[in-house]
């Protein structure tokens, strides 16, 4: 029986059988099936992910017609960052566009959250202005909501975290409110002053990693900005595939937040008025990519199918397929993405 070359979740090279492959993708299907109550691949869905696993090649791609297109978030600074090459964010998004053939880009500051953007929103305002003008492609400026950032001793909330533990129950869900509307007056304002110098949209990036109150952050400020601005896009990016509840009450639309998955998720971004849902599921690093990948398309396709709004799933590091490791090998993301494009039917990357 012959052996194909494949990954761990974690990004480590190893050989798998047929039969282990397959295993292995019924298994990731029946987790997702199991935690997510969604409908599970076919038995056609999953041959096709076997078929891209075990593909001849190193990269592989979609078929012809079924390309799609690219969102970015964690800023335009990723040459910068991670090549070490001191480049204006401007000259790095003329990069994106003409040498690296992306369809937009996210001009975000090195501190990516609004809290510290807010203290410098009209120079970032600039740098967007200035960039607006050297390109043509849709530019966003992206953040964190990140809620921890307003817990004392830098923010002006106290900290959830540890009244948790000490059993003061009702003043840390309290605190995690007053946190929300710090969060989305934060957030409403530094979109304003983007908006005021004609950005193309503002991307919520990693939304719900502090919880079901930072998902409502996100959710809250989404409905104001299209309110007030109704040609702003809003690019609303999960931090993961399940909400924790670390207040657990709250709501959104009479939903409550906790334990929701993507397919759910979906449908109150939608009804806050986001143009676009960044949908993630986590990367298990102790299992391998062919159980990772099968998890990952039933949740996904779930949250296609629920929406109404194109779905950009984030392949991100250690998200969707992504191995957890710093610079991602590009045979397991191309498989990663032609799984997602030609099964899930999503919209975008």
């Given at each position: 029986?012959?052996?194909?070359?494949?990954?761990?979740?974690?990004?480590?090279?190893?050989?798998?059988?047929?039969?282990?492959?397959w295993?292995?993708?019924?298994?990731?299907?029946?987790?997702?099936?199991?935690?997510?109550?969604?409908?599970?691949?076919?038995?056609?869905?999953?041959?096709?992910?076997?078929?891209?696993?075990?593909?001849?090649?190193?990269?592989?791609?979609?078929?012809?017609?079924?390309?799609?297109?690219?969102?970015?978030?964690?800023?335009?600074?990723?040459v910068?960052a991670?090549?070490?090459?001191?480049?204006?964010?401007?000259?790095?998004?003329?990069?994106?566009?003409?040498?690296?053939?992306?369809d937009?880009?996210?001009?975000?500051?090195?501190?990516?959250?609004?809290?510290?953007v807010?203290?410098?929103?009209?120079?970032?305002?600039?740098?967007?202005?200035?960039?607006?003008?050297?390109?043509?492609?849709?530019?966003?400026?992206?953040?964190?909501?990140?809620?921890?950032?307003?817990?004392?001793?830098?923010?002006?909330?106290?900290?959830w975290?540890?009244?948790l533990?000490?059993?003061?129950?009702?003043?840390?869900?309290?605190?995690?409110?007053?946190?929300?509307?710090?969060s989305?007056?934060d957030?409403?304002?530094?979109?304003?002053?983007?908006?005021?110098?004609?950005?193309?949209?503002?991307?919520?990036?990693?939304?719900?990693a502090?919880?079901?109150?930072d998902?409502?952050?996100a959710?809250?400020?989404?409905?104001?900005?299209?309110?007030?601005?109704?040609?702003?896009?809003?690019?609303?990016?999960?931090?993961?595939e399940?909400?924790?509840?670390?207040?657990?009450?709250?709501?959104?639309?009479?939903?409550?937040?906790a334990?929701?998955?993507?397919?759910?998720?979906?449908?109150?971004?939608?009804?806050?008025?986001?143009?676009?849902?960044?949908?993630?599921?986590?990367?298990?690093?102790?299992?391998?990519?062919?159980?990772?990948?099968?998890?990952?398309?039933?949740?996904?396709?779930?949250c296609?199918?629920?929406?109404?709004?194109?779905?950009?799933?984030?392949?991100?590091?250690g998200?969707?397929?992504?191995?957890?490791?710093?610079?991602?090998?590009?045979?397991?993301?191309?498989?990663?993405?032609?799984?997602?494009?030609?099964?899930?039917?999503?919209?975008?990357?």
């Amino acid at each position: 029986m012959g052996e194909y070359y494949t990954r761990m979740g974690d990004g480590s090279a190893l050989t798998m059988t047929s039969d282990e492959i397959w295993a292995d993708i019924r298994a990731g299907v029946e987790d997702a099936v199991r935690r997510g109550r969604v409908e599970p691949l076919s038995e056609a869905e999953m041959r096709h992910i076997y078929d891209i696993v075990t593909m001849p090649g190193n990269i592989v791609g979609v078929e012809p017609g079924m390309e799609v297109v690219s969102t970015s978030d964690s800023g335009a600074d990723k040459v910068g960052a991670k090549c070490g090459i001191p480049i204006d964010r401007a000259v790095q998004a003329m990069v994106h566009e003409r040498v690296l053939g992306c369809d937009s880009v996210d001009i975000g500051f090195r501190d990516y959250n609004y809290k510290t953007v807010k203290g410098v929103a009209e120079h970032e305002a600039h740098a967007v202005k200035n960039t607006l003008q050297r390109t043509v492609m849709p530019i966003f400026y992206g953040a964190m909501p990140n809620l921890g950032f307003y817990t004392k001793p830098d923010g002006p909330v106290d900290n959830w975290s540890t009244l948790l533990p000490q059993g003061k129950i009702a003043e840390a869900l309290a605190a995690q409110e007053e946190a929300v509307e710090h969060s989305v007056r934060d957030i409403v304002y530094v979109a304003e002053l983007m908006n005021n110098v004609g950005c193309d949209g503002i991307n919520l990036d990693t939304s719900g990693a502090a919880g079901d109150a930072d998902f409502l952050a996100a959710l809250t400020a989404t409905e104001t900005i299209k309110s007030r601005f109704p040609d702003l896009a809003v690019e609303i990016g999960m931090a993961g595939e399940f909400v924790l509840g670390m207040h657990g009450k709250l709501t959104y639309d009479n939903t409550r937040l906790a334990g929701l998955y993507p397919h759910k998720q979906v449908g109150l971004a939608e009804k806050a008025g986001a143009s676009l849902f960044g949908a993630v599921v986590n990367t298990n690093c102790n299992k391998t990519f062919a159980w990772n990948i099968g998890r990952v398309c039933t949740f996904i396709k779930a949250c296609a199918e629920a929406a109404n709004i194109p779905v950009h799933a984030n392949v991100g590091m250690g998200v969707c397929g992504i191995p957890m490791c710093e610079m991602v090998p590009s045979d397991v993301v191309s498989r990663a993405d032609k799984c997602l494009v030609e099964i899930c039917k999503i919209d975008g990357l």
